[in-house]
């Protein structure tokens, strides 16, 4: 989907996020900064950040961030349908939720961290590779 200036509801935790412009895109980022820290990408634009991972982090780093559970079903905040848990990692350690119909993918604040870790460690060779097959190109 095309980046808008809609403020979105974060499928989370249902806070309004905040559109966040990252020194190194030419996109916004939707982040839930007075909620839980989770962030909203528009397809294609998870595999376009890049080296703004940090950039998001120092975003985040002083908010008030608080938990919030995984069991409940994830509605994309764009296109408002049902999100799909999806392994990001060969090693199968990381779970984004993704939404097969616009291509959004919305990681939790926590799952950020993990795939600048795995990153850092070399064992993923281009970011978040996820095998999205049927989804709008």
Known sequence: ????????????????????RTPNSDFFIDVCDKGCGGIYFDNRELERIGDDIEYIEEFLENKTLFNVSHENQRICPDCKAPMVETYTSPKKEIKIDCCHIC?????DYDELKKIKKQIHEGFMKKMLEIKNQGLPR
């Open 103 to 107: 291509g959004g993918k919305f990681l």
């Open 1 to 20: 989907m095309r980046d808008t200036e809609e403020i979105l509801t974060c499928p989370a935790c249902g806070e309004k996020m905040t559109k966040l």
